[in-house]
């Protein structure tokens, strides 16, 4: 089983602020890794797959990268969108979600 | 435009069955293998099963193993989740999805409450 874990569980910035979120696998997965945005009351949102390339429609304020074990999600400038709990997915061994950061204002 | 509509869920007592199912539009079903996933509050989705795109190959989490069952109909754009044993911690909701991208899920349905409780 691969575990996933991401640091740190919260963030509190202001819309315009460069916001770094990271990922860390048990074991190698390669750059099989998504990252995903969800909002109270919605689905999650497909941002990056493949470790860094966008998703159709993803403003490229969102970027990806990384591969093994180490991955971060970056946002350049918040847009007020923007604040809310961010997974990242692994599809090395099965399929699992980490715990998500929140981005909060 | 693309969407999956989801139906079924409900409250159900331990020990009974239940089925989703997910209905896709516009775009080729066919063509794409399809997820289940579901979510308790404030914890991470939990992967529960995937479906090939033509129903040959199917592949369940753990706690799904034994109990519950995908299927798929791509006559009527239809992935299903037959849901059997239930337990209380099957309590979530459960969400579709399409797996549009390599190991990725790029297109979710509205997601389904499924509350197990006697």
């Known amino acids: 089983e691969i575990v996933l874990t991401q640091f740190p569980a919260t963030l509190s910035l202001s819309p315009g602020d460069r916001a770094t979120l990271s990922c860390r696998a048990s074991?190698?997965?390669?750059?099989?890794l998504a990252w995903y945005q969800q909002k109270p009351g919605q689905a999650p949102r497909l941002l990056i797959y493949?470790?860094?390339r966008r998703a159709t429609g993803i403003p490229d304020r969102f970027s990806g990268n990384g591969s093994g074990t180490d991955f971060t999600l970056t946002v350049s400038s918040l847009a007020p969108e923007d604040f809310a709990v961010y997974y990242c997915?692994?599809?090395?061994?099965?399929?699992?979600f980490g715990p998500g950061t929140k981005v909060d204002i | 435009q693309e969407q999956l509509a989801q139906s079924g869920g409900g409250v159900v007592q331990p020990g009974k069955s239940l089925r989703l199912s997910c209905a896709a539009s516009?775009?080729?079903?066919?063509?794409?293998?399809m997820h289940w996933v579901r979510q308790t509050p404030g914890k991470e989705p939990e992967w529960v099963a995937v479906?090939?795109?033509?129903?040959?190959?199917?592949h369940f989490a753990d706690p799904a193993k034994g109990r519950f069952g995908i299927s798929r109909d791509n006559s009527k754009s239809t992935v299903y989740l037959q849901m059997d044993s239930l337990r209380v911690e099957d309590t979530a909701v459960y969400y579709c999805?399409?797996?549009?991208?390599?190991?990725?899920?790029?297109?979710w349905g509205q997601g389904t409450i499924v509350t197990v409780s006697s």
């Open positions: 999805a399409r797996e549009g991208y390599p190991d990725a899920f790029d297109l």
């Open positions: 516009g775009f080729i079903f066919s063509s794409y293998a």
């Open positions: 479906i090939s795109y033509d129903g040959g190959i199917d």
């Open positions: 074991q190698s997965v390669s750059t099989y």
């Open positions: 493949d470790a860094s």
């Open positions: 997915q692994q599809r090395r061994k099965s399929f699992s």
